[in-house]
T-cell receptor, first 114, second 109 residues
Framework: DTGVSQDPRHKITKRGQNVTFRCDPI?????LYWYRQTLGQGPEFLTYFQNEAQLEKSRLLSDRFSAERPKGSFSTLEIQRTEQGDSAMYLCASSLANGIGELFFGEGSRLTVL | GESVGLHLPTLSVQEGDNSIINCAYS??????FIWYKQESGKGPQFIID?????DKRQGQRVTVLLNKTVKHLSLQIAATQPGDSAVYFC????????FGKGTRLHILP
């Protein structure tokens, strides 16, 4: 399968714990995006990378959230000291950096904070 | 500011009929729009896109219409099938994609 893959697909954690999600984009895509989606809402933009450079971060991305893409390939999204409000689906997407065309989304990582 | 929204949260359509899903946007500078389909438990899937220099674009069973005067776009699905059941999002793209809230399409037998 050469699509965008995300791991884990589901994560249940207790409030205050740290969690990390991984995204492997389509191999030739140099842009990688993170979105968050809660029930009944559209995906909300969090941040994106072009190669290893993080080009934009949403105001939604509090200082408990950090994303990296150290070698310009896979990316990680870490949430520290999780809160119940962090419960959501975290979606990763990738694309070519030409400003047009589709973003290819992964299946998402669903986080439940108890 | 950035705002993309849909008029109705839910739309029910008889199988075989045509579906029309509407979307309004507020950023008059937007020049690229995309429709996504999201099935339960899956990530959004690209359906069709349109640039602002066009007012209509057709795909397989789908048509997107763009009215820049009233900042409105619509997605038309011909001969709606059970597999079309999903949430549909309109979105605008510059460097990132901004999604609206979505319309859930129910197919009635």
């Amino acid at each position: 399968d050469t699509g965008v893959s995300q791991d884990p697909r589901h994560k249940i954690t207790k409030r205050g714990q740290n969690v990390t999600f991984r995204c492997d984009p389509i191999s030739e895509h140099n842009r990688l995006y993170w979105y968050r989606q809660t029930l009944g809402q559209g995906p909300e933009f969090l941040t994106y990378f072009q190669n290893e450079a993080q080009l934009e971060k949403s105001r939604l991305l509090s200082d408990r959230f950090s994303a990296e893409r150290p070698k310009g390939s896979f990316s990680t999204l870490e949430i520290q000291r999780t809160e119940q409000g962090d419960s959501a689906m975290y979606l990763c997407a990738s694309s070519l950096a030409n400003g047009i065309g589709e973003l290819f989304f992964g299946e998402g990582s669903r986080l439940t904070v108890l | 500011g950035e705002s993309v929204g849909l008029h109705l949260p839910t739309l029910s359509v008889q199988e075989g009929d045509n579906s029309i899903i509407n979307c309004a946007y507020s950023n008059s500078a937007s020049d690229y729009f995309i429709w996504y389909k999201q099935e339960s438990g899956k990530g959004p899937q690209f359906i069709i896109d349109i640039r602002s220099n066009m007012d209509k674009r057709q795909g397989q069973r789908v048509t997107v219409l763009l009215n820049k005067t009233v900042k409105h776009l619509s997605l038309q699905i011909a001969a709606t099938q059970p597999g079309d059941s999903a949430v549909y999002f309109c979105a605008e793209r510059d460097d990132k994609i901004i999604f609206g809230k979505g319309t859930r399409l129910h197919i009635l037998p």
